[in-house]
């Protein structure tokens, strides 16, 4: 009778921590249903020596952007900026559509030499609940597997730097 119960809880103890890691993955709204986490997007460049505004962030969500900018080496003639937009409409179904889960999970964390001989750095990142893709690469460089996404982000993030200015 004790091996019973022993399996019993053993067995809730389970059911409990699964429930536990699901709920995890969910946001409940004010009426208490679950939604899908949150989905962020972030992309930005770093070149390690350069004048002005060395490194450049877009945080891209459904409802707004964010743009910070930041300067190395001139803070004082270049003092950090954050700006916020409003919502990227059509964008940002469109970058939603384009987000491929299974191929950003095999794309390794860095490609190529990121600012090496001052060549620049340019990452990508998706955040969605506890999963965070965040890959880094040579600035400017194309990545077949993501193409249509980072063709996508880079004009929304080029658009939104030239209206932070």
Known sequence: MRYTKKKLLICLMLLIISMVFHACSTVADPEGERQPAALVIRSGTSFGMCAGYCYSEVTIAAGATTVARKSFLDRANYPDKQCTGSAVGDDWQQLQRLINREVLRQLPETLGCPDCADGGAEWIEIEEGE??????????????EIGPLLSKVREIRNRQIRQCQ
């Open 131 to 144: 999963n965070t893709y965040r890959i880094t690469f040579e600035y400017n460089t194309d990545i077949p």
